[in-house]
């Protein structure tokens, strides 16, 4: 089979999971649906791009040994999981913060656009932010910590091959999946300008979702 011939293991089983993974919701494709609505296409696809390469420099560090390192060193994932934590509540938080007030601004003006409400999301440098949700997105480091390197052979004699294989085949669908939600936000943007209440709704539900996504982080372990 093709799989074994370059050594990857169970290869439908893997392609499986991938899908599986990819369309769990998380902190990456939120935050690029979130600036595609906010900011259009162009913006979308920066965010999409820093997804990408967070998820390759995951991937490379997986391969290159370091989801050993972390078993072997328990306190050192201890803190890289507190740090992502921190980070995406401190995210959510923001933008909890940012939806009341845009409710209270339509409450107190029903009449005014959202055009003008306060930023939803930091969408100002999407390539660099969405790059550090994805180092710190809890669903990307236990696929690559706990699920990516299952599917090598240990016994292959070019490893390489086999991580850049399983690599093109994560960021292949995740080209799709993120291309599709950023036409989709991009449809969504003008609804959310035109409804302040149901901006500031979805910015609050997604805020929610990144608290979430820290507490999950923070509770997660290799096994």
Not at 15 to 34: D, Q
Not at 158 to 187: D, E, M
Not at 203 to 209: N, Q, S, Y
Request: glycine fraction near 10%; proline fraction near 4%.
């Amino acid at each position: 089979m093709l799989g074994n011939s370059i050594g990857i293991l169970n290869l439908w089983t893997y392609l499986a999971g991938v899908v599986v993974v990819i369309l769990l919701p998380g902190p990456n494709s939120l935050y690029v649906l979130a600036v595609a609505a906010q900011r259009g296409v162009r913006q979308g696809y920066a965010g999409a791009c820093g997804v990408f390469l967070g998820d390759t420099i995951l991937m490379t560090l997986s391969a290159a040994g370091v989801a050993s390192l972390l078993h072997a060193q328990p306190a050192l994932f201890f803190v890289v999981k507190y740090l992502g934590a921190a980070y995406l509540c401190w995210m959510g938080l923001n933008m909890l913060r940012g939806a009341i007030a845009n409710a209270r601004a339509a409450r107190a003006n029903p009449q005014a656009s959202a055009v003008a409400a306060p930023k939803q999301v930091d969408a100002d440098q999407p390539f660099r932010r969405a790059l550090f949700i994805s180092l710190l997105n809890p669903k990307a480091i236990l696929f690559c910590v706990s699920f990516f390197i299952q599917f090598v052979d240990p016994g292959y004699a070019y490893p390489a091959v086999s991580f850049a294989v399983l690599g093109v085949i994560v960021q292949t669908c995740s080209f799709l999946y993120l291309s599709t939600l950023i036409l989709a936000g991009y449809r969504l943007a003008e609804h959310f300008r035109q409804r302040r209440r149901l901006s500031a709704g979805a910015t609050g539900g997604v805020g929610a979702l990144f608290v979430g996504f820290g507490v999950k982080l923070a509770t997660a372990t290799l096994s």
